[in-house]
Structure formats: structure tokens, C-alpha cells
């Protein structure tokens, strides 16, 4: 049972324009995700995250946006950038902390 | 501050042994959690530790154990292990408490290969 889904393994974007990252997840007792990011042979790092009274939150070039009545989330990159190549994992966790729900993966690739 | 480390970084054993991971957390932090990361699925919870007591278990047969210090670091064991087993272990560590979500912080990881 799959309760967190990235359903496009790979995506493909030339610098300098927008990637778009989705996220769908079927558990409504989810309260937060997060984005990680991924390069190999390294643990994920910590990218963003948003809790679930929010439905959008900003850092830099990254925001995350939240419909929780579509139970989708969505990471925006702008401008991408080539070292933004990596695999993104989003994931959730209900309200008690300590185990986070991973989708598969998504594989971003930024062309110069 | 130092992240989360983890030892070794690489292991190969045989099927049948048994094997044990072992995980410093953030310093501060007192929630400690594991995850098996292989290709077909993804990553996959084990379990989660805080204050020397699992408080959350994942879907893993009992071959699986844990256990977490009053220092917080973490161990993690494998017993009789199955070519299945060969896999990234990731242990992540956050402030913890309950009732609210952590962020959490992730390792390097240790890369067992079963023969």
C-alpha cells in the first residue's frame, strides 16, 4: 500500500526554467511533508517542508505547494540550475513525529 | 555542530550471519530513525527510537531489531541475513518530543551487500 506516490520516476528541465516536482499521498491523518534531495552515494538532505494548515511555503528558489482536498503537493524549482540535479524524494508523517512515508522518487536532471 | 554519523559505511557478509549498524545522532537530538533504501522500494521505514524506547515500528520481519542509548546513539541489528537484506541503511535523527513533526536529519548511510 503505497501511501505516498511520485508517479513520474524522471523528469527532464534546461537551466533557467521551472521544475515542477509532484507529490500525491492517500493517508489524511498526513499533517507534514517534507522534500529531500538526494545524490548518490549520499544521505537525503533536507529541502523544505510545510505542515498541513499551510498550503504554500517559500525558500529561496524553492516553494512547496499543498492541496490537501486534491491530498497533492508540488515542488517548484526557479530558476533550476544544474547542480539542482539529484532525486527528490517528498515525504509525510502524521502528528507524531519520527517516521516519515517516502514516495519513490523523482530523477531531476537540469541540461545547461 | 557535527551531523549524523554513521559505521561503517560498507559491509559484505553472507547470507546467514548477522550484522549491526551502528548510528551517532545530531548532537541534542533524542529521536533516532532507520530506514532500508533499495532500488524497487524506495525508502522504506524500520523504525524510530526516543528516549531508549521504540515508539514507532515499521512493517519488517522480527530479524530486525534496534535499540538506542542514553546517549541516543542507535544501533541497529540484522540477524540471519537474506540476500534480500543487501541494501542503503539510513539513519536519520531529530530534537523529537511528541505530538508535533521534526525535521529530520539523515546520515550517510551504510551500504550492506548480502552474498
Known amino acids: 500500500d503505497q501511501q505516498v506516490k511520485q508517479n513520474s520516476p524522471s523528469l527532464s528541465v534546461q537551466e533557467g526554467r521551472i521544475s515542477i516536482l509532484n507529490c500525491d499521498y492517500t493517508n489524511s491523518m498526513f499533517d507534514y511533508f517534507l522534500w529531500y534531495k538526494k545524490y548518490p552515494a549520499e544521505g537525503p538532505t533536507f529541502l523544505i517542508s510545510?505542515?498541513?494548515?499551510?498550503d504554500k511555503n517559500e525558500d529561496g528558489r524553492f516553494t512547496v505547494f499543498l492541496n490537501k482536498s486534491a491530498k497533492h503537493l508540488s515542488l517548484h524549482i526557479v530558476p533550476s540550475q544544474p547542480g539542482d540535479s539529484a532525486v527528490y524524494f517528498c515525504a509525510a508523517s502524521a502528528w507524531q513525529g519520527g517516521k516519515l512515508i517516502f514516495g519513490q522518487g523523482t530523477e531531476l536532471s537540469v541540461k545547461p | 555542530k557535527a551531523g549524523v554519523t554513521q559505521t561503517p559505511r560498507y559491509l559484505i557478509k553472507t547470507r546467514g550471519q548477522q550484522v549491526t549498524l551502528s548510528c551517532s545522532p545530531i548532537s541534542g537530538h533524542r529521536s533516532v530513525s532507520w530506514y532500508q533504501q533499495t532500488p524497487g522500494q524506495g525508502l522504506q521505514f524500520l523504525f524510530e527510537?526516543?528516549?531508549?524506547?521504540?515508539?514507532n515500528k515499521g512493517n519488517f520481519p522480527g530479524r530486525f531489531s534496534g535499540r538506542q542509548f542514553s546517549n541516543s546513539r542507535s544501533e541497529m541489528n540484522v540477524s540471519t541475513l537474506e540476500l534480500g537484506d543487501s541494501a542503503l541503511y539510513l539513519c536519520?535523527?531529530?530534537?523529537?518530543?511528541?505530538?508535533?513533526?521534526?525535521?529530520?536529519?539523515f546520515g550517510a548511510g551504510t551500504r550492506l551487500s548480502v552474498l
Open positions: 527510537y526516543f528516549s531508549e524506547t521504540q515508539r
Open positions: 536519520a535523527s531529530s530534537p523529537g518530543g511528541t505530538g508535533y513533526s521534526d525535521i529530520q536529519y
Open positions: 510545510i505542515s498541513s494548515i499551510k
